[in-house]
């Protein structure tokens, strides 16, 4: 976790993890994701899509 301010924290980690122990219910005003996604959306310069999984996780 690490915050930003009083109102902006960023979690990393496993998502599903982090909802049930740190996030409290009723309590998220916005949610950010950041690709890529490895689903093939084509881009101005490049496609989202990598031939292997594991160059696409490192």
């Known amino acids: 976790m690490k915050k930003f301010g009083q109102d902006h924290i960023v979690f990393l980690g496993d998502t599903l993890k982090i909802l049930e122990q ?9 949610i ?16 989202d899509k990598w031939s292997d ?5 490192n």
């Open 22 to 30: 740190e996030i409290e219910n009723q309590s998220i005003h916005l």
């Open 32 to 47: 950010f994701a950041d690709p890529p996604y490895n689903i093939g959306k084509k881009y101005v310069n490049t496609t």
């Open 53 to 57: 999984k594991d160059i696409f996780l």
